[in-house]
């Protein structure tokens, strides 16, 4: 079976006003993917997803999509107004703007909207206020908001950030479900050893890509180096790489 | 019951009532939404802007003053837009250098050529006097535009509202959408005007929604509750503006406040909880970092 290319990305610069953010990136989301981009604060993941969702226009190079790609986006946990009066379901029906103007939902939207709540495990939380979910319920609901756009490329700004490790795994193997149903999958992120273990695709990016490959390919001192700017050690755990701060002599023991 | 009716024999009265009740709802309808993405300073702004341009319409075309100001409130607030898009300055910079000018120009305006048309207290403050039937046929028309930009906007408001990036990844034109809710504004505040005055448009555009949140956690309930409130305030206050021979602008906001008052005393913390992020100009959305 033949994988088609959803967006491509070629020789990218961009940014925000005169500042160049990234450099010459070159890179393919083809229908298949479940890739993670990982780099240090500021290296330009939220900037490359940016431009990936169209959000950013290319200050050089060209960004290519192919004419029957549809995005969903998943924000940061961080960046949302918690405080905004919605409930859940309100929330989740904003996805749908391009199906019908009318405020309230028809028969189908409600169908859906269960249909999808129910399928992530959040089917009695519909009349809440967002406020009052949890942080893997946050994130499930912003994934059935995204869901609910039926895409065919799903992208995450740091879904793990700022959850617990229980949560972080079920939304990790969550979206390891919605890649095996046939949806590409994009997200950034700064937890290497989670991705790692999750994600057959890695792209390191610090300015620029620094590499891209399985996780055995990529999580190696020199990558990591260059992407962090910082010596990692890396060992290895029932096959898979595991990255570690290199041990650094405190003061007080030399 | 006597209280109610008696001034309802006067002519002028009815019509004030009317135009002050119907400017309520409308500012709570549309201020829902400028309170929640933190726009309040633009209202405040705005309505000082429009004064500018009321005032010359006044002195020169009287007759056109609705269409005169609405295009210069219009201008204003896309000015305002434009010079916070570019980044080089802040909104609220943008606000307070434009509108505070457009808002000088009208000051100057009245103190060099006099006034032709209602008194400088009364659109500063706002009066019931001299209401036309023609203001009357404005303010109904800019609301049932505004109902009909939310009824069929419903969706992409409220997405872009509460978080326009998203909103903008999922193929909505976020400054389209922007333009048109500034229009509203715009127009919202030029017709209420002669009621509520420049200095109070914005109190009313902020206090019934302010209120409406501490209530409620949903956005339709928001919204309804706000336009009622709204709505109740023009009607109280124009009774106390007829008895108590003040303004009506200033007993419009006086009676919001006290509602204001009441229900945060009444809802406790969980309203305050509520209302805690309302109108936060440095709001989570500032964090997206590279």
Redesign the interface.
Known sequence: MTVSTLIELSAVNAGYGRTTVLHGVNLTIDGDEFTGIVGPSGAGKTTLLRVLLGLISPSGGTVTRSEDVRVAYVPQLETVDWKFPVTVAECILMARTEHRFWPWPSADERRAVSAVLERLGIADLADRHIRELSGGQQQRMFLARALLREPSVLLLDEPTSGVDINTRHDVLHLLGDLHADGMAIVLTTHDLNGMAAHLPNLVCVNGHIVAEGSPREVIIPSVLEETFGARLDVLEHLGMPIVVDTAHPTREAI | METLLEPLSFAFFQKGLLVATLSGALLGFVGVYIV?RGMSYIGHGLSHAIFGGYAAMQLFAAQFYVLGAGLWGIASAIAITSVARR?RIGADAAIGVITTASFALGVALFSKFGSSGPAFDNALFGSILGITTSQIVWLLLVMVFAGLV???????L??T???P????????KVARVEALLMIVLALSILVTLNVVGVTLVAAMLVIPAVVA?ML?????W?LALSTGIGLLCGLIGMYLSYYAGAPSGTMIVLVGALAFLIVFTVTGVRGR??A???D?HA???A????
Not at chain 2, 216 to 220: E, I, L, P, R, W
Not at chain 2, 287 to 290: G, L
């Open positions: 929640l980044g939310v009824l069929l906007r419903y969706r992409e409220l997405f509202t509460f978080d990036d998203v909103a903008a990844a999922s193929g909505i949140r409620t956690d949903s956005f339709g928001m909880e509520r805690a992020g309302v936060d709001g989570p959305r964090t997206i970092s590279a």
